[in-house]
């Protein structure tokens, strides 16, 4: 079974940082594009960050200088660095799991909350 499992979410002031994490397992988590979504009360969900196989990274804008998302083969694990949080960055987050060569895989876990105060 594949198993996607979020911790690192919670409340936080505006100005602050989190640190999500992402262990997968049931995956050959190195072939896998690793991305974070989030979905905030009446929006579409949206791509915060992904980075590739190759460890290449792209980020929304609305994020870009303040997340950072790395990965780490050896544990099997994606994390999303966030610094300088904002209220708008308000939102449940989801970790993603994708591979698209050789038919299509594409998992999630079960979504972290996470809260910034003015």
């Known amino acids: 079974q594949v198993q996607l499992v979020e911790s690192g979410g919670g409340l936080v002031q505006a100005g602050g940082s989190l640190r999500l994490s992402c262990s997968a397992s049931?995956?050959?988590?190195?072939?896998?594009?690793m991305a974070w979504y989030r979905q905030a009360p009446g929006k579409q969900r949206e791509l915060v960050a992904r980075i590739t196989i190759t460890s290449n990274t792209n980020y929304a804008d609305s994020v870009k200088g303040r997340f950072t998302i790395s990965r780490d083969n050896a544990k099997n694990t994606v994390y999303l660095q966030m610094n300088s949080l904002k209220p708008k960055d308000t939102a449940v987050y989801y970790c993603?799991?994708?591979?698209?060569?050789?038919?299509?895989?594409?998992?999630w876990g079960q979504g972290t909350q996470v809260t910034v105060s003015s």
């Open positions: 049931g995956i050959i988590f190195s072939i896998y594009s």
């Open positions: 993603n799991a994708l591979r698209v060569n050789n038919g299509r895989y594409d998992y």
